[in-house]
Structures are given as C-alpha cells and as structure tokens.
C-alpha cells in the first residue's frame, strides 16, 4: 500500500539545538516527495522538494531510496520554526495524486 | 489577489443533511484536491480533479461527492452517507509541469454536524 509515515506527533527542541523530522514512505514506483509547513494561523504551504536539492530556511531534506526516508533537517533550530510539518509523497502515474502523512508538531522553546 | 477562496469558514449541520463546501480559485491552476484534516491523522485525499469534467476518488471517497464544471470551482458535498463529518476540510490547487507537488491551499472550511 501506499502510505507515508510520520512516526513523532511531537517534536520538541531548544534554540540552536539540531532537528531531524522523520518520515518514511511505502512505494513501488519512482517517489516524488515534499515537506509541507503550516505555522500558527496560517496556511499550509510547500517548504521544500526533493528533486530541487535545496535548502529552504535552513532545512534540507535526503532521498534515501534504500531505507525508504526523507528525513527534514536543520542544524541549529530557531524559534520561528515553531509549525507543523507533513511530508508529502506524490504519484504521477496516478495522475498528480498527492498523500501527507500524519504531521510532526515541532516546538521550539527559548 | 490571487489565491484560493473557500467558503464558508464555519458550516453547522443537522444530521441527515448534505452539505456543499465551496472551492475557488484564480490561479489558472489546472489540478484541485480535496482534503480532510483530523487531529493525529494529517491530511486524507478526498478526491482530486487534473482536468476541467474529471475527477478521481481519493483514499477516503465514501460519503463525498464532487463536480468540476469550470476550472476554477471544485465543490464538495458532504452527503449524509458520510458516517463522521465533523473536520477541517482544506481546498488545494497546482499547476502540472515543474510546479507539479507544488499544491497551494486555502485556509479550511470547519464543519460541525450537530
């Protein structure tokens, strides 16, 4: 089945600390993925893509087609990273269809 | 202002009643996607239209129903067949090509059914 998996509810760091946000797909095919933001009272939004190889405020984020990951990463965590975040998993075999995984809450504390 | 527009932010309804959430854009964006967003559960497709008078069942059609007539609406009803209606329901839209995954959404209609 296809299916993307954020295994932490909740992520909580201090200021300047590393993050790793976690999220493992499940597909045969050739994936296609996202990390999607939502900060408080706003609309969700696309952070970052993994055919663009980019950094996006600091984060990046790895294909790792061997174990199935695409773990979202920042080296030193800043409060305004505060947000939900979902990775994303795409099919364009299935004409665009896109599915999140449950989300990760990340808290950035002072 | 371009964007997506959905509407209304809030909807009561009894049990038993269908329900219509609206969903327009400006976007010239081929591609719309309904979602259903529960705590602890992320985002499930509802249904999702490539094309104008196309649509194709998400993971979670049961229930739902949709029209795509122009480009820019894609409607949602809520039938009464719909065992658990009470969600946020968030609109998106995305263009094909290198934008492709690139969706931009509208800020969720909530629906509470008394």
């Known amino acids: 089945a296809q299916r993307v998996t954020q295994p932490e509810k909740l992520l909580s760091v201090f200021k300047g600390a590393p993050v790793e946000l976690k999220c493992n797909y499940s597909?045969?095919?050739?994936?296609?993925l996202f990390w999607y933001v939502q900060y408080s009272r706003q609309r969700l939004q696309l952070l970052l893509r993994h055919i663009s190889r980019e950094s996006i405020k600091g984060f990046t984020a790895d294909l790792n087609k061997g174990e199935t990951s695409f773990h979202l990463k920042k080296p030193f965590a800043q409060e305004e990273d505060s947000a939900m975040y979902y990775c994303?998993?795409?099919?364009?075999?299935?004409?665009?269809?896109?599915?999140f995984g449950q989300g990760t809450e990340l808290s950035v504390k002072p | 202002d371009g964007g997506i527009t959905q509407s209304p932010k809030y909807l009561f309804r009894k049990e038993g009643q269908n329900v219509t959430l609206s969903c327009e854009q400006n976007?010239?964006?081929?591609?719309m996607y309904w979602y259903r967003q529960d705590p602890g559960q992320g985002l499930r497709l509802i249904y999702y239209s490539q094309i104008v008078n196309d649509f194709q069942k998400g993971d979670i059609a049961e229930g739902y129903s949709v029209s795509r007539e122009k480009k820019e609406s894609f409607p949602l009803t809520v039938t009464s067949a719909q065992k658990n209606p009470t969600a946020f329901y968030l609109c998106?839209?995305?263009?094909?090509?290198?934008?492709?995954?690139?969706?931009?959404f509208g800020e969720g209609s909530r629906l509470t059914v008394l």
């Open positions: 994303a998993l795409s099919f364009y075999n299935q004409g665009g269809k896109l599915i």
């Open positions: 998106a839209s995305s263009m094909p090509g290198p934008s492709r995954g690139e969706l931009f």
């Open positions: 597909y045969s095919g050739s994936p296609e």
């Open positions: 976007l010239n964006h081929d591609a």
